[in-house]
């Protein structure tokens, strides 16, 4: 069972590139999310879904698009990079927003930089 | 006023030790709430889910005050391998975290 699957593990971008960072969950669940973490500031969310169609913002979605086509699909694409991208990344699953006692799954990260 | 706040550490202690943290959200309506523990440069991993009433799991208790907008997480007896960062997560319609908690047990 693979649980969260996040691609690439690493990533240097030039400013103005685009790219797509990849999360794929084979647990059948309906909440999926995104956020980045930097230094002294904690994970922030980027962007979530609570199923197959279905996706909103978070609390700093600027500059990163989503779609979620599959229930185990929910790609993070970055639309034209910036220095203030370079985070590391970090997608998330769970059964569903409020299902609380047993949290969500996180993926191991891909660490992006934009030079 | 940040959505859910930790104290900052970091905290060194001995072998043995006992050692409290605590978090502060702003939301009300929050519906459930977790203690994460993120290892250096590795994702977070659930550490246990906070209820109203309390709850324990083995070293490791959490306390939820609702009234007070407050949670802890109290660790007995610190091992060397509990050293890590802690978070403390907070539910409404999304996740949100602290900005976590550095703990090092020291020999």
């Known amino acids: 069972n693979a649980g969260v699957t996040q691609t690439p593990k690493f990533q240097v971008l030039k400013t103005g590139q685009s790219m797509t960072l990849q999360c794929a969950q084979d647990m059948n669940h309906e909440y999926m999310s995104w956020y980045r973490q930097d230094p002294g500031m904690g994970l922030r969310l980027i962007h979530y879904s609570v199923g197959a169609g279905i996706t909103d913002q978070g609390e700093v979605p600027n500059g990163y698009n989503v779609s979620r086509s599959t229930t185990e699909d929910f790609p993070l694409r970055l639309l034209s990079a910036a220095p203030s991208q370079t985070s590391v990344y970090f997608c998330?699953?769970?059964?569903?927003?409020?299902?609380?006692?047993?949290?969500?799954?996180f993926g191991s990260g891909t660490r992006l930089t934009v030079v | 006023r940040k959505e859910v706040e930790q104290d900052p550490g970091p905290f060194n202690v001995p072998e043995g030790a006992t050692v409290a943290f605590n978090c502060t959200y702003s939301?009300?309506?929050?519906?459930?709430f977790f203690w994460y523990r993120q290892d250096c440069r590795k994702e977070p991993k659930l550490l246990m889910s906070?209820?109203?009433s309390g709850n324990e799991d083995g070293r490791f208790t959490a306390q939820l005050n609702r009234a007070s907008q407050y949670i802890s997480l109290l660790i007995r007896d610190s091992k060397l391998s509990d050293s890590a960062t802690y978070l403390c997560v907070v539910n409404l319609n999304d996740m949100r975290f602290g900005a976590g908690t550095r703990l090092t047990v020291k020999p």
């Open positions: 906070v209820y109203s």
């Open positions: 998330a699953s769970g059964a569903g927003i409020g299902v609380g006692v047993y949290g969500y799954t």
């Open positions: 939301n009300s309506a929050s519906q459930s």
